[in-house]
């Protein structure tokens, strides 16, 4: 069994709404950021699955440990992992400023539940 | 220099003058240095601008007019390449965007120059809040905040004159439509001008999502947004219209869905050139500085709507575009809301006692007039009318700038004496007609040129109006009469009874503001307004009487053969798409009728009003006519209409329902004293039957909409999380 | 076959951990979960041959987001469970996150994805072959002579140019240096201003 590209992309899928689900549905608010870093990571799980199966190739010459020589197709982009690695470093900037902005809230409200925030009621 | 591949290549630099200036107006604000020299920044932005849009249309006249609108010159930079092709910004230089650009730049010119002299009041109008003294740093910020707003304006009406395709038309008209905002509440702290701005705001929105709807649709059908493509593909052309009319009729009916897109882009326009239904924002524009009046809410940004529509003509009229006269769906419902906007608007301006108000509905009910010729495919008249009328409606803008900023000196002159501010209810109104009177002898340039442009504006021969109004309504009669399309002729009707209207409020408010006695201290103190500011009206009045000269038809007895032929006609007739306007000769029958329409309605003004002024000023004899002038007084109580229907439903959901009474009643309580006893004893009798009745049930309807609705926006983030992606899945739902 | 294993292994954790994160009751076990969840993801990165991300994702993840969680559960005082810990949506948002499941997946089958297939070159590259096909000495490939070049097959098949294949971090980094060096540049300014914001939001 070889492993397929929509593997990859299925577990990407269920990490995305298992995160989406925390993220609609915990009540503390450090709980909620755990979900969108997984949702995150989903995007990411995608980037790089994509770069490992649609990402164009180049034909380069092989040798292998036995000194036979060969052609094989190459992965000839690194687009796919670049993209995940600006996501990551987003990702350390959001936790940072998000878990900055519940402690400054924890200290002003003493509660990091969402359910209370509600200063954006109409 | 005037070649046009020359010069054209410099064309970009035209809407980039005046953002220059705009940027470095700003500087001058944040640097401290604000004041007079912005005003000259501003007009050297403009100023440079007009010139080279003169050089422009100089070349574009030496090009021949038919290869010059099927190939236009363009050039354009992409701006967001994607997928396939890009998306561009560039400029378009075909007669249409020459003459309309040529016409911008000198009107706002002559705007700009105005202005550096009408708000001179700037600098001393504001205090320290705190010692009470003038705040001149303060003063000197807001006058060059203001020529930094006209800056930005003018290069949004530039730009959108010059877009080379919808999506930046869309950009520059969104740009237009701020600058709209922040110039009609400039004097944001008075409160009607704040309300103004958000009506015009909110209220041109209307339009703008349905323009922005028209682009999605014509980009989904065509699959680009460029007006012209080099081989043929732009939206203008023959095969993206082959497209759009190949999409067929909306089932169950015989209207063609390329009608549809047009009448989104239309929807737009509506907004915009302030056509009914959403007209209702233009009167209280006035509340802005009156060179804002004249530069916007006039000449230039309306006529944004018709231009758009003129711009867009060939898909309006796409189901037959072999014949470019034939009225096509979409255009049978332009035709109809064009000329019920001329006669409806022009109804109003009877009734109107402020002089930018009437001014303001003769404005809206010109548009109309471009509006309707252009939905019975008088393509040639509209434009001509755009046109002419900008010079003149600037003129009488200008002008009634000029009787107000000199009643309003002549007030503090005599303020003492002054009646009206003891009784504390009715603070002098410089504005108000019925306080002027006499002026003609105080403000001789003032009244000469106010005369020009009335003269223009009603239609009586000779003057610019003249020729482009009656190129219309022949147009109109031609096709109504003489090929029995049942909506020319309606179009025909009202705009002749239009002009009759012209004449009449137009004269009436001649003879109101200029003849007689003055009524006021204020207008017997009242100067001639400084000479930046009869300059710039004495030059509009050389556009306003001769203008039309260029659109004389060809046959026109005596003058025609001796004017050569009718250029205006021989540059704007042809279309992208390569089809012809053909002039029409000339019939006497409508000309004659239309300039009858004209001087009975001069007579009837000069019966009624211009006998006894002094009389018709303190009374309008016009009151006589009762429960019809209180109707055309409030304006056919549309904007009653509007807050009782949309904007209540629209606020009140969360609010209760005291809320809604206390609006209600206040408002009517200020309209009854705004208006006299009559209406008082009328609103005693609507709020006792009507809008208990209306109340109760209101609040009632509104109690549960507002549990409803309260619901949903109940402030917790995660909530709104998972709306936003039920939606997702709605529009997944939708879509497949 | 083994690497079939090896995923279904991986994604059984990442996706059970994931799980576990959002339904546990206590914050702290969630924050532990989540580290295994990262950890998942590391390994199916690993699987596919970026290992340069799949150390950067222990690194960052694991190591720095996690500890920053770990900090802020402390710092809130909320490091022990309470009695209810989801709100009273979720049965909708549950259906929503179904629904929208369901709709990705359908989106997923039914996408013509153009799969390339190239294999991933090795981590640190090489694998060297001269004109002719001969394996060259490492150090010898190293020296500046020897660059990249793409044209090295001829349409018959035979080797025409030396090359040295390049490693997958090599070639990120040159990646990251030169076509997306203004993406680069433009993170770490994010990045930084993330930093001065996050002092000054959560500064007494």
Partial sequence: MVIQLWWYLLVAIGLFTIGLFGAMTRRNAVNVLMGIELMLNAVNLNAVAFWRYVSPTRTLATVDAAGETGVGEFIASMDGQVFALMIIALAAAEAAVGLALIIAIYRKRKTVRLEDFTLMKG | MSDLNTIGQFAWLIPTFTAVAFVLILLQIWSGRGGRSSAYTAIAGIGASAVLSLLVFVGVLREDPEHLATEPFMRSWPWAPMGTGSLDFGILIDPLAAVTVAMVGIVCTMIFIYASAYMEGEFTAYRDLRSGEVDHALGAARYARFFAYVSLFATGMLGFVLSSNLLQSLVFWEIMGLCSFLLIGFWYYKPQAADAAKKAFLTTRIGDLFFFSGIMAIWAVVGTVDFVGADGGGILQGGALERLSALGDVPGTVFPWAGVIALLIFGGAVGKSAQFPLHVWLPDAMEGPTPVSAMIHAATMVSAGVFLIARMYPVFSSATPATPGEITGGMFIVAGIGAFTALFAATIAVAQYDIKRVLAFSTISQLGYMVMALGIGAYVAAVFHLITHAFFKALLFLGSGSVIHGVEHGSHHGHDSHGHDQHGHDPFDPQDMRNMGGLGSRMPVTYVTFLAGTLALTGIPVFAGFWSKDEILAEAFHKGVGLHISIALFVWLAGTAAAFLTAFYMSRQVFMVFSGQPSTKAAEHAPESAPAMIYPLAFLSIFAVGLGLVGVPSDFPWLGERLGGNPFHHLLGYLPTGAHFEGLTFDALPAAISIGAAVGGWALGYMLYGKDASAARARDPLQALGGIWLTLNRKYFVDEIYDATFIKAATSFASLNALFDSRVVDGAVNGAAWSGGLLSRINGWVDATIVDGTVNLVGYLNTEGARLLSLLQNGRIQSYLVVVFFGLLALAYIVS | ?204
Avoid: C, K
């Fill in chain 3, 1 to 204: 076959m083994t690497e079939a294993a090896v995923f279904f292994f991986l994604a059984s954790v990442t996706l059970g951990s994931a799980f576990a994160v959002v339904l546990s009751r206590t914050v702290l076990v969630s924050a532990l979960w989540l580290i295994l969840s990262f950890i998942g993801v590391a390994g199916m990165y690993a699987l596919m041959g970026a290992s340069f991300l799949a150390v950067t994702q222990v690194l960052i993840y694991v190591g720095a987001i996690s500890v920053l969680l770990l900090f802020a559960i402390m710092l809130t005082h909320d490091v022990m469970g309470e009695q209810r810990p989801m709100n009273r949506q979720w049965p909708i948002a549950s259906m929503v996150t179904f629904g929208l499941f369901v709709v990705l997946g359908i989106v997923m089958f039914r996408a013509d994805w153009p799969l390339t297939g190239g294999e991933v070159p090795p981590a640190l590259g090489g694998v060297i072959a001269d004109a002719s096909g001969v394996a060259i000495p490492r150090a010898e490939a190293e020296a500046p002579a020897f660059s990249i070049a793409d044209d090295i097959v001829a349409d018959d098949g035979q080797v025409t140019a030396a090359v040295r294949i390049p490693g997958t971090v090599a070639s990120l980094g040159r990646s990251l240096m030169t076509e997306h060096l203004l993406a680069f540049e433009v993170i770490s300014i994010v990045l930084l201003v993330a930093l001065i914001g996050a002092i000054v939001i959560a500064r007494d």
